[in-house]
Structure formats: structure tokens, C-alpha cells
């Protein structure tokens, strides 16, 4: 098994870095948080999807190609570094160590919730706690590991919806038992049409959907533990288009063919109304182990990401070179340790503070998530450019349609960025986003890594 300069080990398999990507989006939102979506819109939240995602993919692709030629762990924190400044590296290294913690306590919160449906009563911070340990043992092992818990994590949640978009199939042309009258497609038009809220109200959407796709980027996280990098990684994000198409585009298509898009999440989750009509009274318990294992889901994918990105910032000396070092295993043991930590603590003072601040500070990490993909998108652009001025080999996995693609992707995300801004629900989790962000801005005068060597040999990516 090959490691790469860093001492990272390639181990991660073609298998495991196809589903990586779609295991990380795929999660919470879709099943029980559509329905919010879906309010704002009605069936046009279908084409808020479809343009999502094809925005999704181009900033997938762009970070590909750079992922392809430097196969690094640390992924955009490090081009960032090496491409723009470092400064923006240390920003946005930072920013998404923030942004995976948060996230990971959010999930692990939502676990102890969870659990109450088989549990009634029990203490949510003994579940709460239990993930993390689980989930932090597990990335403590090899990457491998890492991979193959979350291949069958992601696979879980694509049977849960593959099983329901077949169900629902079966009822648009069939009908429902019992009744055995096609439902067909009349409910995507007949209650105020497709656009039912406008074209406005589609376009309030594109918020939520954003959220439902950030994480897709932890792809290139892992790239520098991916077996054969030049060919799993083109693998895995080619397919994220048609897999995005049949479980994002299918499970919401179905659901708004079968049921009026005004009554959906009325009675709780879309996806358990679906299972419940068919006759199936276990419907919410099904729902709701799919729904936990996409909180752990969520909660490992962030302690790789976080651990990674933490070894990559004592790397070019913007974290304490305490962590800027690689176990016996291929991890990077103190890195992901003090990561586990900090989960722990975040943990338990989330039971002690508001609710509505820690759902602040969520939405809050979410913006900057979309921030992230900007700076992707130009990272990507400076790497362009570096590539013609030092006259190098053109890229093996070029971004299609550049640069119409990227300009593209990065006026939706600008676009994004103002209604979040401008919306009154939004305005206050986005400031406090910036703000967030100020704060580690101006904690990078506090680094000795203000000065990096403007090019990177590229031995060390």
C-alpha cells in the first residue's frame, strides 16, 4: 500500500470514495428536512435541486482537477495556501475545521433525540456521548476503516430511498392498495401549478437546497489517501451527477406526484407518510434508523474532515506543530484526538445553552460552508493561472466548460449569498457566519505561519 508525502496512507478504494461523496449530502435534510423546502416552493423545489446540483458539480470539478494533479490531504485549505496566500488557506482551513465540529455536535445532538423513539426517557447526552465515542474510535483506526463504515452508512440511506422511490412508482401508475387508482402526476401542477409560489419563492429555496449539498467537498479531503488518485477520484465525482439525479431528484419527485405539495410534513416526515400509506406501520421506526445512521454518518465524515485539515494547518505552521504528525496507522493521531475532544465538550455545553444559539451557530457554519465553495471556485482560477505561467502539463481531470462553468457556479453562490443576507430568517446566522470569520481572520496575526514559500515544490502536495 502506497503513502503519499505527507505519510498518509492511499488506501481508500474506488468502492468507498464513489459513495463518499454522496454519502456526506445526502443526510437529515433530505429525509425529514425537505418538507421545509418544499413549502417555500412547492414542485419547482425540483428544479431548485436540478440547478443546485449541476452548480455542485462544477465546484466538484474544479476542485477535482487540482485533487487529480496534487493529491493532497487538506484538499482546498492547502491550495488555498500554496495557490493564493496564505492567509486564505488559514482561513478557510480554520473555517472548516469550525464548520465539521459543529456540524458533528449538531448530528450527534440530533442522535440523542432520536434515540427517544425506542428509548423514551433515557438522557439524551449518554447517546449523544456514545456516538462520539463510536464514531471517534473508528477514525482512529486506518482510513480504510474510516471508508468502509461510511460506504455502508451511505448505503443504508441509498436503500432507504431507492426502496421508496420504487413504492412510489408503484403508486403513481398502480395507486394504493386497496384503492388501486393511478395517482399519476396531477399534483405537481393542479394545486397553484409547478410554481405555486412563484418563481421568487423557487428562488428563496435555492438557501435550503445549498445546504443540502454542502459536504460534497470532502471528497477532496480524502483525496490523499485515495488508492490511485488519478483514476478514483475523476470515478467518483462523475458519478455524483446521475446519482444526485435518482436519490435527490427521484425521492422529492415521487413524493410531490403522490401527495398535494401544500399537505407534505404535515403529519411529519415525507418519506414516512409514503411508507405509512402503503400499509406499512413500522414505517417511522424504518425512517428513523435510516435518519440516526445518517446522523453518524455525518458526525464520522466531520471527524475525518476536522482531523485532516487540522494536521494540514500545523503543516504550513498555522496550528501548533504539536499536530503536525502522522501515527504508525497513517492518521493523524493528535490532530483527530483533540478533535474528538473538543466534540466532547461542545457536546455537553450544548445541553446547558438555548437552543435557538446553537441553531444560530449551525446555520451559521452552513454559510461559510457556501463561502468555502467560492473560494474554490478561485483557488481554482489561481491555479489556472499558475499552470500557464510556469508552462507545466495541461490538467488530467479539466473542469468542463471552464471558465464559463466556474463564473457560473460563482454567481449562483453570490446569489445565494445576498438572499441569505436579505431574507430576515437568514440575516442573523449569516452575520454571525462573518463574524465568525473575523474572529479567526484576526487571530491569524497571532501565527507564525504568515510566510509561506510562494511556490510549492510539488513534492509537497
Not at 111 to 127: C, D, K, N
Not at 178 to 190: A, D, H, I, R, Y
Not at 200 to 205: I, N, P
Not at 391 to 412: K, Q, R, V
Request: proline letters at 6%; charged letters at 10%.
Amino acid at each position: 500500500m502506497q503513502n503519499n508525502p505527507e505519510g498518509f496512507r492511499r488506501s481508500l478504494g474506488v468502492r468507498q470514495m464513489r459513495l463518499l461523496a454522496l454519502g456526506s449530502t445526502i443526510g437529515v435534510g433530505l429525509f425529514l428536512g425537505s418538507a421545509s423546502a418544499i413549502k417555500l416552493a412547492g414542485p419547482s423545489i425540483l428544479v431548485a435541486y436540478l440547478i443546485t446540483g449541476a452548480m455542485t458539480f462544477f465546484i466538484l470539478r474544479a476542485l477535482g482537477e487540482m485533487a487529480v494533479h496534487h493529491p493532497v490531504t487538506g484538499s482546498f485549505a492547502a491550495y488555498a495556501t500554496h495557490y493564493v496566500s496564505p492567509f486564505l488557506g488559514y482561513l478557510v482551513g480554520w473555517g472548516y475545521w469550525f464548520y465539521w465540529t459543529i456540524i458533528a455536535i449538531a448530528e450527534v445532538t440530533a442522535v440523542g433525540i432520536y434515540m427517544q423513539y425506542w428509548f423514551p426517557g433515557s438522557s439524551q447526552w449518554i447517546w449523544a456521548f456514545s456516538a462520539i465515542a463510536v464514531m471517534g474510535t473508528i477514525n482512529l483506526f486506518t482510513a480504510r476503516v474510516f471508508g468502509e463504515f461510511e460506504f455502508w452508512f451511505a448505503l443504508i440511506k441509498v436503500a432507504a430511498i431507492l426502496v421508496m422511490i420504487a413504492l412510489g412508482l408503484f403508486v403513481i401508475v398502480l395507486g394504493f392498495p386497496g384503492e388501486w387508482k393511478p395517482v399519476g402526476l396531477s399534483n405537481l401542477t393542479q394545486i397553484g401549478g409547478f410554481f405555486p409560489t412563484g418563481v421568487a419563492g423557487c428562488l428563496l429555496s435555492m438557501q435550503m437546497v445549498v445546504y443540502a449539498y454542502v459536504g460534497v467537498e470532502m471528497i477532496g479531503i480524502a483525496a490523499g489517501e485515495a488508492e490511485n488518485p488519478q483514476s478514483t477520484i475523476p470515478m467518483a465525482i462523475n458519478s455524483f451527477v446521475w446519482r444526485i439525479i435518482i436519490f435527490y431528484i427521484g425521492a422529492l419527485f415521487v413524493i410531490l406526484a403522490i401527495f398535494p405539495w401544500n399537505r407534505i410534513g404535515v403529519d411529519g416526515s415525507p418519506f414516512v407518510q409514503v411508507f405509512q400509506r402503503m400499509g406499512l406501520d413500522k414505517a417511522a421506526g424504518v425512517v428513523n434508523f435510516v435518519v440516526v445512521t445518517a446522523a453518524l454518518s455525518s458526525c464520522n465524515g466531520g471527524i475525518f474532515s476536522s482531523g485532516r485539515v487540522l494536521h494540514t494547518l500545523a503543516q504550513s505552521h498555522q496550528a501548533p506543530g504539536w499536530f503536525n504528525s502522522i501515527a504508525s496507522n497513517g492518521i493523524p493521531m493528535r490532530a483527530m484526538l483533540t478533535t474528538i475532544a473538543f466534540l466532547f465538550v461542545g457536546a455537553g455545553l450544548n445541553y446547558f445553552t438555548p437552543s435557538e444559539a446553537f441553531e444560530y451557530l449551525t446555520s451559521a457554519v452552513t454559510f461559510i460552508g457556501i463561502l468555502i465553495w467560492l473560494v474554490i471556485l478561485y483557488t481554482h482560477l489561481c491555479f489556472r493561472r499558475r499552470l500557464k505561467e510556469s508552462g507545466e502539463a495541461p490538467p488530467l481531470f479539466p473542469a468542463p466548460f471552464w471558465p464559463l462553468s466556474s463564473l457560473l457556479a460563482a454567481a449562483f453562490l453570490i446569489g445565494v449569498i445576498v438572499v441569505l443576507l436579505g431574507a430576515p430568517n437568514t440575516r442573523l446566522p449569516a452575520l454571525i457566519g462573518v463574524l465568525l470569520l473575523g474572529v479567526i481572520a484576526m487571530a491569524y496575526r497571532l501565527t507564525p505561519g504568515r510566510r509561506a514559500p510562494e511556490r510549492a515544490p510539488p513534492s509537497a502536495l
